[in-house]
């Protein structure tokens, strides 16, 4: 009896982590979906995230609903099994909470929000297709020092540590749904507008389980201060600060950082990744091995 194993070959479109850094102009559209697509997004705001990367909601969340998800984020947070759960990452320095993964299939608060209307009706109408959870995680930047990410494109480790083959992904937050106050004083996420239009390839091979570490600092798929340099005087950099329970939604490969948040005033939002149905994720482009399923999904299951 034989047996064959189909291994469909998918084209490296954008390489990354070789020797070199090297762009590669984008080969995916932003917005797939029409723009007569009906939807919550208006026809000016999709050409808006074309465009620059990014979409600002003020209100996504209403101040009425903001205090569920404020609580819920902090029972997360104050639970010991939540930090004992290897889907928690904690500060590198204070030990505090820095991120919980998964937390659509931790917390019944935030399940619901990945399926509200709002929500995921945005993610399907710019993507143009059924979408999945690829990654969510809230992010609790407790003041006096609560460190930052440094500059990067999530889809640049979507694709070289997840095996994402396209750039079809929207994260609605990778940032976004601020629950406490985002003011621009305390670490607020920085985007490059325009910066998504290209892929900058970095340098350097993926160590093992480079995740343990990336999620704290992270050190492969770093751009060099050269294009770093370039990048900004190129696209500018904006600032989002935003009230408690406006989102921010932007393309997976726009090049966004955050700086560390030395006020007394937390700065915590949840971020859920949506990836189309027709983007499901493959072998690693750059890395000896997968990373774990609650940082890059293997259940492709659509949100319903
Ligand atoms: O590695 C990741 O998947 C995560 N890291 C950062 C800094 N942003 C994207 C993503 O959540
Ligand atoms: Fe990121």
């Known amino acids: 009896m034989t047996t064959t194993t189909t291994t469909t070959h998918v084209t490296d479109l954008y390489p990354t982590r070789g020797a ?10 932003v917005v797939w979906g029409s723009p007569d697509t009906p939807g919550p997004v208006s026809t000016g705001d999709l050409q808006a995230l074309e465009r620059d990367g990014f979409l600002a909601v003020d209100q996504l969340i209403g101040p009425d609903e903001v205090g569920e998800y404020r609580r819920e984020l902090e029972r997360l947070t104050t639970d010991p099994a939540i930090r004992a759960d ?38 399907r109408q710019i993507l143009g297709s059924d979408v999945y959870v690829h990654q ?3 992010n609790v930047k407790p003041g006096f020092g609560a460190s930052g990410f440094y500059w990067h494109s999530d889809f640049e480790t979507w694709h070289a540590e997840d095996g994402l083959p396209n750039m ?3 994260s609605v937050s990778i940032v976004s749904i601020a ?12 985007i490059m507008p325009g910066s998504h239009k290209t892929f900058l390839g970095c340098a350097g091979a993926t160590p093992k389980d480079n995740y343990k570490k990336s999620l704290q600092m992270q050190d492969a798929g770093t751009p060099s201060d050269e294009a770093l340099t370039k990048m900004a005087s190129e696209y500018g950099i904006r600032l989002f600060t ?3 329970g406006s989102a921010t939604w932007f393309d997976c490969n726009a090049m966004h950082g955050s700086g560390d948040n030395i006020t007394p005033f937390p700065r915590s939002n949840v971020f859920i990744v949506f990836n189309s149905v027709e983007n499901t994720a493959v072998e690693p482009f750059a890395a000896p091995v997968r990373r774990p399923e609650f940082i890059g999904a293997r259940d492709f299951t659509p949100v319903r």
């Open 168 to 170: 079809r992904t929207i």
């Open 20 to 29: 070199t850094e090297v762009a590669t102009p984008r080969q995916d559209p």
């Open 179 to 190: 629950l406490t106050e985002n003011y621009d004083t305390n670490g607020g996420l920085m």
């Open 136 to 138: 969510s995680r809230i």
């Open 242 to 244: 935003g009230k408690a």
């Open 86 to 123: 290897e889907r928690s990452i904690v500060e590198p320095q204070s030990k505090e909470i820095r991120s919980v993964f998964e937390v659509h299939k931790i917390s019944e608060v935030f399940a619901k929000l990945v399926r509200d209307e709002r929500v995921v009706g945005r993610a």
